[in-house]
């Protein structure tokens, strides 16, 4: 077979290719080199790269594949692949004796606008074209989809879908596909097609979902409990105290409703932080207590040697099995003085009736008068009052909810103009976002403690103004000025501050 020396003998090459099209993997991306001699005014010339793509697609039809007909009962094996500027997919079946073999070959040279796609959202667009040639196959049959990414969870995952995605999905909800990931499959077809198929290496393939943030993963140190036992004669108490990874202090105590030993109420301590901690969910535990014995027994290096503390450790035992991972630590007196305290009131009280009891602990100073002002001093009192600002919100719900305008003219025409923008359910206010999804309005008050919890609260990363508007906004949440507040609350952070790259 010659090489084409015209334009019209280029053409008649490609519509013989076209009429085989089935039997070749990946023509679109073979025929590549050839697109820019289709364009009009476009000299011919008949470079390298088109005479290493036409010795390719010659080299390739002098072995080409064999084709079978499916099987019914059998499941397919649709393989799909992105590449810069072609798409392509594979469709086979597995034989009697387990070997792979391919039913029919797909590709096309995309166009227009789809050469913008992102990577992942050119593998759903081959999802897709692949789905409306072989859709008489994957009505007949249930289909595994064998990607790098999985472009079902992409269209069918999201809270709200529009434009090309809306009509994605209904195209898919007629067809029983399965994803199974690319690394999972090892056969000989797949091999095939992903050489057929390969990836440019400046052409980064990413396998996140649309509008993904990726933060980096902090590991929080483990929670903490001290706790501490003390028997009296009049009674016993236990006192537990749980400090979070952030320092936050959980303080319990209990009054024990028999009499028993100081070791017995050690142990009910303990037992009683435990089953606290299991019914918390912790996964990593720290605890220290003052009791030597206790510490040791529980860990193994003493001996239970008095019967009446054998069903204690039992059940102690039992209560650790449940906390993934869980330490063990003697501390000296001085340093569990707050599970001391609070085992020590609750002893003090058992005297009493024990009934659930909330002590308030308040803070005082109490500073005696060293002068006395003299009748005829005088003192200039300077009182201030805060002006309560009009939350945001209550313009637009006068407005949705009893038509009700402003006062002000440039504030009238501002309600109108944006009202459209917001919609009341349930009594409250609810903004519509560009994805058509409803963002709940907070007061700006909310909003500054949504911003300092997503900013620097347990699951925070401590991200820059603009990636913390963002993931609030991806919340569902929403108040006028939280692009300028999540700025300003990034920008004075002491911990952003003490990390951030020096200046020179």
């Known amino acids: 077979m010659p090489e084409p020396k015209t334009l019209s003998e280029l053409k008649s090459l490609q519509g013989h290719l076209a009429y085989i099209r089935r039997f070749i993997s990946n023509l679109a991306g073979r025929c590549q080199p050839f697109s820019h001699l289709m364009k009009k005014d476009t000299p011919f010339e008949w470079d390298e790269s088109c005479r290493w793509a036409f010795q390719n697609i010659k080299d390739y039809l002098m072995k080409p594949p064999v084709l079978m007909a499916p099987t019914s009962g059998k499941p397919l094996l649709l393989y799909i692949a992105a590449q810069e500027k072609s798409l392509g997919a594979l469709l086979a079946q597995n034989d009697d004796q387990g070997k792979e073999r391919p039913l029919y070959y797909l590709s096309r040279t995309m166009v227009g606008a789809e050469l913008n796609y992102s990577p992942i959202e050119k593998t759903c667009l081959a999802l897709i074209f692949a789905i409306q040639k072989l859709r008489h196959y994957l009505l007949a049959h249930s289909t595994n989809l064998i990607s ?76 903490r409990m001290y706790f501490d036992g003390a028997a009296r004669k009049n009674g016993a108490g236990a006192g537990i105290l749980f400090m979070s990874p952030n320092d936050d202090l959980m303080p319990y105590s209990f009054i024990l409703s028999h009499c028993c030993t100081n070791n017995e109420a050690e142990y009910q301590a303990i037992i009683l932080g435990l089953g606290m901690a299991v019914e918390m969910g912790l996964s990593q535990l720290e605890i220290f207590g003052d009791s030597a014995l206790v510490i040791k027994q529980l860990i193994g290096e003493f001996e239970v040697r008095k019967e009446e503390l054998i069903p204690y450790k039992k059940e102690a035992q039992r209560l650790l099995e449940k906390i993934p991972n869980v330490t063990l630590g003697h501390v000296l007196r001085a340093s569990n003085s707050q599970a001391d305290a609070l085992a020590g009131i609750a002893a003090s009280l058992a005297q009493f009736d024990a009934r659930p009891e909330r002590i308030p602990i308040c803070e005082r100073w109490v500073v005696p008068t060293l002068e006395k002002f003299s009748e005829e001093e005088e003192i200039n ?124």
């Open 148 to 223: 790098r990414a999985d472009p079902l969870k992409i269209i069918m995952s999201r809270p709200m879908l529009s434009g090309r995605l809306a009509k994605w999905a209904l195209l898919l909800s007629e067809f029983e596909i399965n994803f199974i990931p690319q690394k999972a499959i090892k056969g000989q077809g797949l091999a095939n097609f992903l050489a057929d198929h390969p990836i440019p290496a400046e052409w980064e393939v990413s396998e996140n979902l649309p509008n993904e943030e990726v933060f980096y993963i902090e590991v929080l140190p483990p929670w």
């Open 381 to 504: 009192l300077v009182s201030v009052y805060a002006i309560e600002e009009e939350d945001w919100r209550q313009q637009f719900l006068d407005y949705l909810e009893h038509k009700k305008l402003p006062e002000e003219l440039k504030v009238r025409a501002y309600v109108r103009r944006v009202a459209p923008k917001f919609c009341l359910f349930n009594n409250t206010l609810y903004r519509r976002s560009y994805d058509g999804i409803l963002l709940r309005c907070v007061s700006k008050e909310e909003g500054q403690a949504l911003l300092s919890e997503a900013h620097g609260g347990i699951c925070g990363a401590h991200q820059a103004g603009p990636k913390l508007h963002l993931q609030v906004k991806q919340l569902g949440y929403y108040w006028p000025t939280m692009l300028r507040d999540a700025i300003e609350l990034a920008r004075h952070c002491t911990t952003c501050q003490l990390h951030a790259n020096y200046i020179h």
